[in-house]
């Protein structure tokens, strides 16, 4: 059965963290390393709710300034330093939106509620023309509801969709689902892959 749909996932996917230096010296500032300061930042309990929608990103924001004993008004030069090694993979981009009009093309991210204000300041949001977002639909990956209702809204079947993400969890998610997982480590190597699924030269 030929492919009808393509999803990806964004953060570490399209949005990649490609120079450490920026967060390891602000990790270095708090006297924590990499892994902790990240955490502060993805891992904690606002960051589980803040994926859910069930608090605002600046809410988010506002707890991860609190536990690092900073007043709100660092806020943005804080964000300004966590992501300024982050680079979003335009040969990425380029690929995917020459996919659409052969296939649905879609977004499955585990996100905050700003990720779609987000995708049209990188004027990006024209890539998917099926947008689900954690924050806004209340579930996160690897529920199988978040794939399921991405196929809903995408008029596909599990069969017919791939699916790209690079954590293994998120993949198998969709595998369990009946999609076609792809992990990704290389973005050459997943481009290859997909034009292999979809038969395109």
């Not at 990499?34 to 990103?57: C, D, M, N, P, Q």
């Not at 506002?62 to 900073?70: Q, T, Y």
């Not at 949001?125 to 639909?137: G, H, K, M, Q, R």
Request: aromatic share 10%; charged share 30%.
């Amino acid at each position: 059965m030929p492919f009808r749909a393509v999803f990806f996932d964004f953060g570490g996917v399209i949005l990649r963290t490609e120079y450490q230096s920026p967060r390891q010296g602000l990790a270095e500032r708090f006297n924590m390393d990499y892994e902790e300061i990240e955490k502060v930042v993805f891992g904690s309990e606002s960051s589980r709710r803040a994926s859910l929608g069930e608090i605002t990103e600046e809410t988010h924001w506002l707890e991860v300034l609190k536990r690092l004993k900073l007043p709100a008004s660092e806020m943005t030069a804080f964000q300004d330093a966590f992501f300024g090694g982050d680079v979003i993979d335009r040969e990425l981009v380029q690929f995917i939106r020459s996919l659409r009009g052969k296939v649905h093309t879609g977004l499955i991210s585990n996100a905050w509620s700003g990720l779609r204000d987000y995708l049209a300041k990188e004027k990006l949001t024209d890539l998917f023309e099926t947008l689900v977002i954690s924050a806004e639909v209340g579930v996160v990956k690897p529920e199988a509801r978040i794939y399921n209702l991405a196929l809903e809204r995408s008029g596909v079947r599990a069969e017919e969709a791939a699916f790209v993400d690079d954590f293994a969890v998120n993949v198998e998610g969709s595998e369990k689902v009946g999609m076609r997982g792809v992990l990704f480590k290389d973005p050459q190597e997943a481009v290859s892959q997909l034009k292999k699924l979809l038969t395109i030269p």
